[in-house]
């Protein structure tokens, strides 16, 4: 069952363009319910919003059109995605409701996979998933609405690095890269098999090792690539410094790079940034690499000197590898430095 034939573009490559976003966003009226305390002000994961003094609900929702052709792993990829902002807001997942746009005169056995696969991580993150709402459309799309909780005083920001921490990623990149390709025909089945698996593993695995630890900022890593969400997490005072050479990625997202085969979304990553980083003798393939768009990506999560070691032994139990990606440093000239 081939999907593909019904996406021009697929996963977290058909956001729309950041600066796009930030303009429109500016426009919304701002909101001062006492109790809402994360809106969309600060490119946050998600919104959390108190009931009472101990809990407090985290709402985020998540779609796009497919990057895969298998119905079932677009599924989980998709699910898989929305699921994981509650875990960069500190949250338990609890409810989900599908959101889901597919062609009426399609197979509907295609759309019965695509179900049964956010439906399966749904259940792998502990939630439940109660209903939603479909509308036709020629271009499939699915995702979640998500409600996950936290304790008021346990949510976690995506802006709040102090100098001083490590920044953790808890997947390789190269996802974008290796999907496009392999889509005509430019990457081997083995890097798409790998981008498969890093894209469709819960963050709840790497988020549950974390908790543990003295975490002041976490985000995940989707359509606006790794630098994209890196720049969320300088706050005030504070600029990241990139350990070039420690970022893990899917080997072949090299060739690709060097080969041109890249993605538009990459590329409007790369403008937008173009103010917010420094590159100091980095390879024009490993740029690309640190701008491409990520679907379903890994955490990125500042955290305490102190507790890197012991947080890296305990990362590298899981299945995908994590590293230890840059530390965060003093205001400098730029937001990001990559040495």
Known sequence: MDILKLAACGGCTAKLPPGMLQDSLQKIPKFTDPNLLVGFDTSDDGAVYKLSDDIAIIKTLDFFPPMV???????????????????????????????????ENENPAILAEILRGGAEKVME???????????????????????????????????????????FLTKPLGVGLVTAAHRVGEASDESFAMAALYMSTLNKYAFEIAREFDISAITDVTGFGFLGHLNEMV???????????????????????????????GQKNRNFLAGSVHFEGTPDYLQEILFDPQTSGGLLIAVAERDVNEMFTKLQELAIPSCIVGQV??????NIVVM
């Not at 440093?329 to 730029?334: L, Q």
Request: hydrophobic share 45%; with cysteine.
């Open 329 to 334: 440093i003093p205001r400098g000239a730029a």
């Open 235 to 265: 706050g005030e005072g504070v600029s990241i410094e990139v350990f070039a050479d420690s970022v893990e990625y899917i080997p072949e997202a090299r060739r690709i790079a060097e080969d041109f085969l890249l993605t538009a979304a």
């Open 69 to 103: 052709d298998d119905p079932y792993l677009f599924g989980q990829i998709a699910a898989a995605n929305a699921l994981s902002d509650i875990y960069a807001m500190g949250g338990e997942v609890k409810v989900a409701l599908n959101i889901v746009a597919f062609p």
């Open 125 to 167: 993150a502990g939630g439940v998933l109660c209903g939603g709402h479909s509308i036709s459309d020629p271009t499939i799309k699915y995702g979640l609405s998500v409600t996950g909780v936290v304790h008021p005083a346990k949510i976690l920001r995506n802006n709040r690095a102090r100098v001083g921490n490590r920044i």
